[in-house]
């Protein structure tokens, strides 16, 4: 029991049937009555209870918040996670239709979330381990983040709705302290949450741990998580939190949402990315690696920018979004109005105060994909990704390969001019140091 929520209590199979029994469009979304439906417990995460319920016309998945860490019930938690996940999905499904799921039912007393069914896709990360190739997903996930932060960013609406937004997502504290301390905090000193299971990987971690300039960038990157809203972001945007199929990506498990610097979503994506790669240690996967995050960032760019050209204040909507880096002149003069072509750098045709702009979230993707690498293999929450490696020896070799290379990304951030600078070297053969 919360002492904020009387009448919360954790429900069992036969108290998920009967809450759903009670809605009339959830039911009728099912089909039949709940003697025909069918009811499986897909937990796997670490906050909440999840259920699929599929009956003779549909089905659905159920989440409910916990009032405790699911793997370790001594971490108590709040519950209002399934509340700013449910506030997420309404805020973003009209921005990205089909690259989310929908929020069909929000109960505040039991704090249970109710969305569609995605019973026929299958985790991303556990597709990439399996060797699934799948070209359509990284694109998505581009136009995912660009659609999403630009669409509740002040570039895109009136700071006086932004600044309603930004009102409700900064009471998700608990979860951006989790997510500060795990992944900004925890892995660059001693902490009881930190594990890895290899002393070899111990020299890599101190030379983390004792470089000043590492702990310059990530104070930096810790601040900006901080005090920098750009747009409402995900907040937890790794491999496991996307669901896919051959043709269809979806975005999962927003209760992470917070305003924030949009770099940090991408980061998110492209970190584990990254691991992957280093799970992978053939060169026909450092090629693929560095191939997505060009796919993903050039998609980015083109997508925020695309969004950006039409979302400027008119006569007619003075109270509209407002207006920044609106090319002068003398750019659309130099520039003969171009839109920005598939150049080695995205960046390069857009008006210099744009390319400003989106330079400072590359290097802000490049900062938070090396603090993810970092805290996925030293820090509390690993990845599955490197347990498909057959021997204990193979696997340590390979995490140390990643560690090095975060390192090198934290030490030399801010000097990187575009993807290849930054992630070139995954493309090549043997250990990546």
């Not at 979304?29 to 670490?46: K, P």
């Not at 399934?82 to 990205?96: C, G, Q």
Request: hydrophobic content about 40%; proline content about 7%.
């Amino acid at each position: 029991m919360n002492a904020h929520a009387p009448r919360y209590r954790t429900l069992d199979m036969p108290g998920i049937l009967a809450l759903l029994s009670g809605l009339p469009d959830i039911a009728a979304r099912l089909g039949g009555d709940g003697a025909q439906w069918t009811i499986c417990e897909v937990s796997d995460g670490n906050l909440n209870n999840v259920f699929v319920v599929d009956g003779p016309h549909g089905g659905v998945c159920v989440k409910q918040s916990l009032p405790y860490v699911r793997v370790d019930p001594s971490w108590k938690m709040p519950l209002d996670r399934t509340f700013f996940e449910a506030s997420y999905l309404r805020d973003i499904h009209p921005l990205v239709p089909g690259l989310t799921t929908r929020c069909l039912h929000f109960d505040p007393d039991l704090f249970v979330l109710v969305v569609e069914s995605l019973s026929g896709h299958t985790v991303y990360r556990t597709a990439l381990m399996a060797g699934a190739q799948w070209p359509r997903v990284v694109p998505d996930i581009a136009t995912f983040v660009a659609r999403a932060t630009f669409g509740t960013s002040v570039l895109c609406a009136p700071f006086e709705h932004v600044f309603e937004r930004q009102a409700v997502y900064a009471r998700n504290t608990t979860l951006r302290r989790i997510t500060l301390d795990l992944v900004l905090d925890d892995p660059y000193h001693d902490h009881p949450r930190n594990h890895w299971d290899d002393r070899r990987l111990d020299d890599v971690v101190g030379r983390i741990r004792a470089s000043c300039t590492v702990r310059r960038v990530v104070d930096g990157l810790r601040l900006r998580f901080l005090t920098c809203p750009q747009a409402l972001l995900h907040g937890d945007l790794h491999t496991g939190s996307i669901m896919a199929t051959a043709t269809d990506t979806r975005v999962i498990d927003g209760e992470f949402a917070i305003y924030g610097p949009i770099g940090f979503d991408c980061g998110m994506f492209v970190g584990n990315l990254v691991l992957r790669r280093f799970a992978d240690p053939s060169p026909d996967a450092g090629r693929a690696c560095v191939h997505d995050i060009h796919r993903f960032w050039n998609g980015f760019v083109a997508e925020f920018t695309r969004q950006w050209a039409t979302a400027h204040p008119t006569p007619s909507d003075p109270s509209g979004p407002c207006a920044f880096f609106l090319p002068d002149a003398a750019d659309a003069s130099s520039r003969g109005e171009r839109t920005p072509g598939p150049s080695q750098d995205p960046l390069q045709d857009l008006p210099p105060g744009r390319a400003a702009f989106l330079r400072a979230v590359f290097e802000d993707m490049v900062g938070y994909a090396a603090t993810e690498i970092i805290r996925r293999i030293i820090g509390y929450a690993h990845t599955a990704d490197f347990d498909v490696i057959p021997t204990h020896e193979a696997r340590t070799v390979r995490r140390r390969a990643a560690l090095v290379f975060a390192y090198g990304l934290l030490c030399h951030h801010g000097t990187h001019d575009g993807v290849n600078a930054a992630f070139g070297a995954l493309a090549g053969q043997g250990e990546v140091e």
